[in-house]
């Protein structure tokens, strides 16, 4: 009886520990982001954020840099009107890479493939996090790493939205900062389109550059 009592307690013991070996490995392993050809998204590689193809809506193209009212530097991150244009590639930098893969709901570094703008990091950035109040809008200048207060305003992050993605400022990198969170979209502006923090995300997927 006490030969059986001491197997049925191992046994529970250890299918609780798996239990929460499972659980937590989990947590550390969030889904894969996917592009357009089902390839996992890596930090080795570049790609073209491009509008879903959502039915009845204006789609337009890919994610590029402009300039911002009569400032002749493109330091803006817009849309291009054009859905013939991919453009300018990306490559994102997870706070904690692991083996290269681009997970969903990470904190992440987004950084154009062009070098230094008009004095400008092609590092994404928003440029009011702090104020819900404040229009806040993406630009470039923004820093790769060192994640904390300093860099708070350079980590976004990619989540699912239906069978595309999304992407959603909601730093996680520090945390006894004061942030606001709030889905990556687009807003009018002297007839462009520029990217900026809202409530009506702009439906993304990723393709391969």
């Known amino acids: 009886m006490k030969t059986s009592l001491f197997f049925i307690i191992s046994f529970l013991a250890f299918s609780i520990s798996l239990n929460s070996s499972s659980s937590s490995a989990g947590e550390l ?73 681009v997970r969903i709901s990470t904190d992440l570094n987004i950084e154009f493939a062009y070098p230094e703008t008009c004095g400008e990091s092609p590092v994404w950035r928003v440029d009011n996090y702090v104020d819900p109040s ?27 939205f239906g069978y595309d993605y999304k992407l959603v400022y909601c730093p996680t990198v520090c945390s006894n900062c004061d942030v606001i969170c709030k889905d990556v979209g687009i807003l009018y502006q002297n007839g462009e389109r520029r990217l900026f923090l809202i409530d009506y995300p702009l439906r993304v997927v990723f393709k391969q550059a």
Do not use: H, M
């Not at 002749?72 to 991150?77: D, K, L, Q, R």
């Not at 229009?135 to 860099?151: K, L, R």
């Open 134 to 160: 404040a229009d806040s809008f993406v630009s470039i200048g923004g820093v790769v790493g060192n994640p904390g207060p300093a860099t708070l305003g350079s980590w976004f992050k990619i989540q699912k």
């Open 29 to 101: 392993a969030p889904e894969p982001v996917l592009d357009t050809a089902g390839n996992v998204l890596r930090t080795d590689l570049y790609y073209y954020i491009l509008p879903a193809n959502v039915r009845g809506r204006f789609r337009g193209g890919g994610l590029t840099l402009s300039s911002i009212g009569n400032d002749t530097c493109p330091v803006g991150v817009f849309q291009e009107l054009s859905a013939q244009r991919n453009g300018i590639p990306v490559t994102f930098s997870p706070v904690k890479p692991r083996n290269g893969v």
